[in-house]
């Protein structure tokens, strides 16, 4: 702090040198003019001459600094050339006492007096920011003088002495106090720069240490979907087995954690797509009431087994936002409600607002604590769970909740009250008219199955076990399989066959930086068709979803379960449902 502070007085004061030396000297000519027919000349001369050499000195110092980039101790040391510069010229000025005091002329006595005062006043805007500067000059060159007036005699000279003295002191009293000024504002302005150094390098930090966490979610969450992804093949091609009471049993188990650790991996996978602005709204118009009907009937049976009260209060109204951010928004803040809440009710309505419709869910859980409440927004933060209970879900929930509404820009709400309970509110814009559109498509018959027979399917994966598992499963579903580990295998494998493969699936990141996007269109190029892909990725750093969402190409994310992979499948092939007859 110091170092800066020197370095600031000595970049001001060498700003200042050339101007207050050519200044002096003429005013020093000026002098010797005017006191040229009332003093003998020698002394006036060489008093003139001795003004000269000191300025000649002191702007050789200054040119000698100016070339120098200005260190704490190059400043400090021009700061001692400058005071002794100023030192010297106040004593020229002051030997002016000794022979400008001419017998019996009082007006020259004056005129000498001023031209001593208006060189010090203008040496305080020139050197006042290092106090010992000025001081070298003014008491140097004001205290003889003032002497000089007394040594006069005569009661004016004794008065105008005394009125010089006052001035003497009030300009030292202003000038210590400017300095205190400039040093405490110089000083003020450092910590403010420092202060902000170490918040840009928090700030840096903070964005790295993000930066490093997504890689390393990125990284890890990949390698992790890999063997999940083999697990929910596996277990799907298992369920399709003839198994007995209790392998039946152990399987629903497997599968079950298979089903947690899945919802663990699409949390994540949520939070990095938003991030990643591979989302985005599209609004339209649509009704309530029917989102609100699919909320009561997902979690009645849930809140009933806990003993509590679920009530949905009816919506006649419209709005126009995206009907899927608005159904996750309300799943996410219900199942909190529900998770939480350990006695007493959960209520999700509605209000009117001007323009807008708040949809709310109210709850008598343990409420949140007024330091927690913007806290509950951030990933992996639990109000009430330190000992991380995997029951209590991980804390991504009101995250994405909180990206989605700010998507959509619907203002989010939290009110909460400690021992009473909480309310999650979200503000959605009113539709001019409701629109049919936004009805939720009829489910598939239960025990609804569908038929691939005959559907050539190409697997391209660089995991053995994942192409291993696929190929089981797809072969229960009666398809011929061709699989391989990366895409001069595939063509390879393909040129043999009579026909183009009816489906194509493929992973992202293959082996030696392949990447799937680049052997899905090379097959498509080879059989010239535009033949239908499955892209399947375990990756979820912003990158890659961005790329993947520009291509067009439908992804899935590992793990995959074996239902979801089917739907895929038969959204792709356009293959009909045929109905099952019960086993």
């Known amino acids: 702090m110091e170092d800066a502070i020197a370095l600031e007085q000595a970049s001001h004061i060498r700003g200042q040198m050339p101007t207050a030396v050519i200044g ?70 002051g030997s002016g006492a000794l022979f400008m005091f001419p017998p019996g002329q009082i007006a020259y006595h004056l005129m000498y007096v001023f031209a001593v005062m208006m060189m010090g006043v203008a040496a305080m805007f020139s050197f006042s920011v290092h106090l010992p500067t000025f001081l070298a000059f003014f008491l140097v060159s004001a205290i003889p003088a003032t002497l000089g007036l007394l040594a006069q005699g005569t009661l004016m000279h004794a008065e105008l002495a005394a009125a010089i003295a006052i001035f003497i002191a009030v300009a030292l009293r202003f000038v210590r106090e400017f300095n205190r000024v400039f040093i405490n504002a110089q000083r003020l302005r450092f910590e403010n720069v420092e202060l902000v150094r170490q918040l840009t390098e928090q700030k840096e930090a903070a964005v790295a240490a993000n930066l490093a966490k997504s890689r390393f979610l990125a990284a890890a969450s990949h390698d992790l979907r890999q063997p999940m992804h083999a697990l929910s093949l596996y277990l799907g091609a298992l369920a399709g ?63 009933r087994e806990n003993g ?120 959605l814009p009113l539709a001019a008219r409701e629109d049919s559109a936004g009805a939720p498509a009829p489910a598939r018959p239960a025990g609804a199955r569908r038929s691939f027979a005959g559907s050539l399917v190409a697997v391209i994966d660089d995991e053995q076990g994942i192409l291993q598992a696929t190929r089981s499963l797809l072969e229960q ?51 010239n068709e535009d033949i239908p892909a499955l892209l399947i990725t375990g990756d979820t750093g912003p990158e890659p979803l961005r790329e993947i969402h520009a291509s067009g190409v439908r992804v899935l994310h590992k793990p995959v379960e074996e239902k979801m992979l089917r739907d895929a499948l038969a959204g792709l092939l356009g293959v009909q449902e045929e109905a099952r007859a019960p086993a």
């Open 308 to 427: 509590l009260e679920l009530r949905v209060a009816r919506c006649s109204a419209a709005v126009h936002a995206d009907p899927a951010f608005v159904e996750r928004i309300l799943r996410n803040l219900t199942s909190n409600a529900v998770r939480y809440t350990k006695r007493g009710r959960i209520l999700i309505g509605c209000r009117r607002l001007p323009g807008a419709l708040r949809i709310a869910v109210h709850d008598t859980g343990p409420g949140i604590a007024p330091g927690e409440q913007r806290l509950v927004f951030e990933e992996f933060y639990q109000s009430g769970n330190p000992e991380r209970d995997r029951a209590k879900g991980i804390g991504l929930g009101l995250a994405i909740v909180e990206r989605l509404a700010q998507l959509m820009r619907a203002p989010l709400r939290l009110e909460s009250w400690p021992g009473r309970g909480s309310v999650f509110s979200v503000e």
């Open 477 to 527: 579903w009666d398809c011929s399989v061709v699989t391989a580990a990366c895409g001069a295998d595939a063509l390879r494998l393909l040129g043999t066959s009579a026909r183009a493969p009816d489906v194509i699936v493929c992973d992202y990141r293959l082996r030696d930086g392949e990447n799937g996007l680049a052997v899905i269109d090379s097959l498509r190029v080879e059989f």
């Open 24 to 93: 002096g000297f003429f005013v020093a000519c000026c002098a010797y003019a005017v006191f040229l027919p009332a003093v003998p000349r020698l002394p006036l001369l060489a008093w003139l001459g001795a003004g000269l050499l000191v300025g000649l000195f002191r702007l050789g110092a200054w040119r000698r600094f100016r070339r120098q980039t200005l260190t704490p101790p190059i400043a400090r040391r021009w700061m001692r050339f400058a005071m002794l510069g100023t030192a010297l010229s106040g004593m020229v000025w």
């Open 241 to 303: 087995l003839e198994l007995s009471t209790v392998a039946r049993a152990v399987l629903d188990n497997v599968a079950q954690c298979a089903r947690t650790m899945d919802g663990m991996f699409r949390a994540l996978l949520d939070i990095s797509r938003l991030d990643a602005g591979a989302v985005q709204a599209e609004p339209r118009a649509f009704a309530v009431a029917p989102l609100l009907e699919r909320i009561r009937l997902e979690f009645e049976p849930q809140v």
